[in-house]
């Protein structure tokens, strides 16, 4: 009954920002929790961790010095601040839970996703 919805999404020029907010509901458990992506034709990927207590957060190396994940004033809830987006980052943005965070290992199902477009 875990549920992990995704908002924030849109279409924004290179060079542009957004944030995605990131929502894990229906436990009382605390999670690590990640953001991945996929673009077409693509492979989901991960991008972005952060820790229970938000004192710990990896990137990978496509968004660090762009991107910046943290945590909600809500339990399990997390956002991502993206700047300088390029259309590289096109694709939709998925949160999930993760077990090992230095592994970047997610577990439970997708969510469906929130769609980020970045044009030229």
């Known amino acids: 009954q875990v549920q992990r919805v995704e908002s924030g999404g849109g279409l924004v020029q290179a060079g542009g920002s957004l944030t995605l907010s990131c929502a894990v509901t229906?436990?009382?458990?605390?999670?690590?929790l990640g953001w991945y992506r996929q673009a077409p034709g693509k492979e989901r990927e991960f991008v972005a961790v952060?820790?229970?207590?938000?004192?710990?957060?990896k990137y990978a190396d496509s968004v660090k010095g762009r991107f910046t994940i943290s945590r909600g004033n809500v339990k399990n809830t997390a956002n991502l601040q993206m700047n300088n987006l390029q259309p590289q980052d096109t694709g939709v943005y998925y949160c999930?839970?993760?077990?090992?965070?230095?592994?970047?290992?997610?577990?439970?199902?997708w969510g469906q996703g929130t769609q980020v477009t970045v044009s030229s």
């Open positions: 952060v820790s229970r207590s938000g004192s710990i957060s």
């Open positions: 999930n839970t993760i077990e090992n965070l230095h592994a970047f290992t997610p577990y439970g199902p």
């Open positions: 229906g436990s009382t458990v605390s999670y690590n």
